[in-house]
């Protein structure tokens, strides 16, 4: 068989271990297994361990379980909800504030944990109810809240920015810079169609059922802004060289954990044991898949796959636009079967080369690829804040979710075009801040 053969065998398998439920770690493993079983026979047994291994061998890895356990201090704990109280006070005099509180939060609380589903999650179950209850429709509501989510894996510091990092090589810290301006930027497209849907709906300043003092807005400021500054302080040491992605994300966890127990006296162990729990089974669940693709990408290269399929790729007679066409395509697919990490330790090393020999730079595809991935966390059949939104709001039929959030994928695809004509939203202030990229 020819390696492209081979590769597309390899993706057949794949999609029918996916579609019986497979775990993703489990099925990249045994794909990659069986192929090198009878490529090589059983003498490839002897590397699988050492290159399972390297997957996970690198420090940068460590910056992933602390982010993940800093968004769950403040998603299990009282914080979220000052959050999202806090925008609400200060947003509730607009038309259509509440909805655009929650994005406001969306947007906030995705820097603090880095992940989409702890962001619908956290965010919906405050924010789902209170708009149902003072009269938003149910597609405003719940559409609002999935697309809010997909911010989590754009605006930094973004897990999926790491997992990029980490797959191809390239600087996590330039990746953040690369990812924040777009990530303001889709943030408030997202407002500008919340706010015509809600005058679409006739939501008007007669709609608001509470008034808060100056006093009221400020007295919560005092139990949010320091979270907020744990963001800035990561970002600062970050990008002003004092300290890597593991140590500023070690030290962000702590204080955060520091601060649950200063700000909202939480002495007891109970909350604190779900906090790590959690974090522990999204942290090792990450892991695993990394690892299993490291082998599946060493599959992939023992059977000459990759190689031939960037040839083919690279052969193609076509404008770079259009090659750049064809790629967005191929990642909205795979976005709609898979989930962000999986799509990008999968594809990233096969396209970079590709995408880099082409002109592009490898900074603004990876938030044209992440994009594309927030694409297919409110499409399905995967969808996964599609799910999560059912589950917080299970009287709201996936249909009523799905059309409240097609209008923000097409607010996603303006985003993309946007960036398309011009790169230097995405390149223009890592390049200020960190000069240019070698």
Same mark, same amino acid.
């Given at each position: ?365 990876? =938030? /044209?690829?992440? !994009?594309?991935?927030? +694409?297919? &966390?409110? *499409?399905?059949?995967? %969808?996964?804040?599609? @799910? =999560? /939104?059912?589950? !917080?709001?299970?009287? +709201?039929? &996936?249909? *009523?979710?799905?059309? %409240?959030?097609?209008? @923000? =994928?097409?607010?996603? !695809?303006?985003?993309?075009?946007? &960036? ?19």
């Amino acid at each position: 068989m020819s390696p492209l053969e081979i590769g597309l065998l390899i993706l057949v398998v794949l999609i029918v271990l996916f579609a019986i439920g497979m775990p993703i770690a489990f099925a990249l493993g045994a794909v990659s297994i069986g192929t090198l079983l009878l490529i090589d026979g059983f003498r490839s047994l002897d590397i699988l361990g050492e290159t399972f291994f390297s997957g996970l061998n690198s420090f940068t890895l460590v910056s992933i379980p602390m982010f993940i356990l800093m968004g769950a201090a403040v998603s299990n704990s009282p914080a979220g909800k000052d959050l999202y109280e806090a925008l609400d006070r200060w947003l509730n005099r607009v038309p259509g504030g509440l909805v655009l509180s929650n994005l406001g939060a969306c947007s906030i609380f995705s820097a603090l944990s880095g992940s989409s589903p702890a962001t619908c999650a956290a965010i919906g179950k405050m924010g789902i109810p209170e708009m149902r209850k003072r009269g938003y429709p149910d597609e405003i509501s719940a559409g609002s809240i999935a697309a809010g989510g997909t911010l989590g894996i754009l605006i930094p510091p973004s897990i999926t920015m790491i997992v990029y990092g980490i797959a191809t090589e390239t600087s996590i810290g330039r990746l953040f810079l690369a990812g924040l301006v777009p990530g303001m930027m889709l943030t408030a497209i997202f407002m500008a169609w919340t706010l015509f849907s809600c005058w679409r709906s006739g939501l008007t300043l007669s709609d608001v059922t509470q008034h808060y003092s100056l006093k009221q807005k400020l007295e919560i400021l005092p139990r949010v802004l320091p979270f907020l500054a744990i963001v800035a302080g990561i970002l600062f040491v970050l990008y002003g060289g004092v300290a890597t992605p593991s140590e500023a994300a070690g030290v962000g966890a702590l204080f955060c954990l520091v601060l649950v127990v200063v700000v909202y006296r939480m002495f007891s162990a109970r909350p604190f044991f779900s906090m790590f729990k959690d974090s522990t089974r999204e942290s090792v669940m990450i892991m695993m898949i990394i690892a299993a693709s490291e082998l599946f990408a060493f599959t992939l290269s023992s059977t000459f796959v990759t190689q031939s399929m960037a040839n083919w790729i690279s052969d193609l007679e076509v404008n770079r636009w259009v090659l750049m066409g064809i790629i967005n395509v191929f990642l909205l697919i795979a976005g709609f079967f898979l989930p962000p990490v999986a799509v990008i330790l999968m594809t990233a090393p096969i396209l970079l080369p590709i995408i880099t020999s082409a002109g592009f730079d490898p900074y603004w595809f990876a =938030v /044209i690829l992440t !994009i594309n991935m927030e +694409i297919g &966390l409110i *499409t399905p059949p995967v %969808g996964l804040n599609l @799910y =999560v /939104i059912n589950s !917080i709001a299970p009287d +709201i039929s &996936l249909g *009523t979710i799905l059309r %409240g959030s097609l209008p @923000y =994928v097409m607010c996603m !695809i303006l985003a993309i075009v946007i &960036l398309c004509i011009f790169p230097s939203i995405v390149t223009f202030l890592p390049e200020l801040v960190m000069g240019a990229a070698l």
